[in-house]
């Protein structure tokens, strides 16, 4: 079989079903696990996104308003790889190519006997039905990795439950402009122990006003942007600590912000949303979960 997957998240899912080794292609951002990187890459950026968040936010908006797609697929690569399965999303036009871009690269390639199987996540659920149907497409029971994943999410939630205390979580998903995270995120944050104050479970990720998050004076701000890595993150955190009144922010004096890789963790609706529970357990409950992700997965934020 051959199979291209054009989201990091769908890549991970093939590869935790046994399939790596039968991955012809890939999108440009899939990077885990380890050896993925040298499969050829059939997306790319129409955008430059190089530069700090605020430019990256507004040269992706310029496409959008003028109804363009934000990437761009190779269809002499793709024709050239001949897959049987193509894996792609319709979540999210500015997370990766759009499921219309896939449809006309495959309609304009002839490639009428691929299967395309496209993914839309929204809340934790639908990413173990993704993982089913990506596993039924490749011809495999899904339910043996399914029941490994939510059976380390139930031990954590069952954990943290007995927790008395619940801290108060504000989430940035994105810094400049501010945007706090939906979809699975609220319900992590509840399952590690938190109380989330922005963003609702199954509701796409919304914009956020400072005033509002200043107001609000949660106990954690755990910065997760969507697809930046922790340097990156740090790196772009001017953009908050410039804001009035950042210094009184019951999270900044009590030292409880928070910087992780997003990229990698909390930004991708698969198989590592465990990793990004856990990750979330350590930093609302360290006196009670430990999982070694601080250092990798998380760090404290120093200005």
């Not at 009428?112 to 809340?123: G, K, N």
């Not at 609220?186 to 479970?201: I, S, Y």
């Amino acid at each position: 079989m051959r199979i291209v997957s054009l989201i990091p998240s769908a890549t991970e899912i093939v590869c935790r079903l046994g399939f790596q080794d039968q991955l012809v292609g890939r999108s440009h951002e899939c990077d885990y696990p380890p050896g993925i990187e040298t499969l050829p890459a059939l997306t790319a950026p129409k955008f430059n996104p190089q530069g700090s968040s605020r430019e990256v936010d507004d040269r992706v908006k310029q496409i959008l308003s003028e109804s363009l797609s934000v990437y761009r697929v190779d269809s002499d690569l793709l024709t050239a790889l001949n897959p049987d399965v193509i894996v792609t999303q319709a979540q999210c036009e500015v997370c990766a190519v759009s499921l219309n871009d896939v449809q006309a690269a495959v309609q304009a390639c002839g490639l009428t006997d691929a299967r395309v199987i496209s993914l839309e996540p929204i809340w934790l659920r639908d990413v173990w039905d993704d993982l089913r149907r990506v596993a039924s497409a490749l011809g495999v029971d899904g339910e043996p990795l399914v029941r490994e994943l939510t059976g380390r999410i139930d031990a954590i939630t069952t954990a943290a439950r007995d927790i008395a205390h619940k801290p108060t979580v504000a989430t940035v998903e994105w810094i400049d402009p501010l945007m706090t995270a939906g979809n699975w995120m609220p319900e992590l944050v509840e399952m590690a122990g938190g109380v989330n104050l922005f963003g609702k479970a199954g509701v796409h990720s919304p914009w956020l006003e400072w005033d509002d998050l200043w107001a609000a004076d949660p106990d954690i701000i755990i910065v997760l942007p969507c697809g930046y890595g922790i340097d990156k993150a740090h790196d772009e955190m001017t953009a908050l600590t410039r804001q009035p009144g950042w210094e009184t922010l019951r999270a900044v004096r009590n030292g409880h912000i928070v910087l992780t890789d997003g990229n990698q963790y909390f930004n991708r609706p698969g198989p590592r949303l465990v990793d990004s529970l856990e990750i979330l357990a350590e930093i609302l409950h360290p006196e009670t979960f430990n999982f070694g992700h601080h250092g990798a997965g998380w760090v404290k934020f120093a200005s």
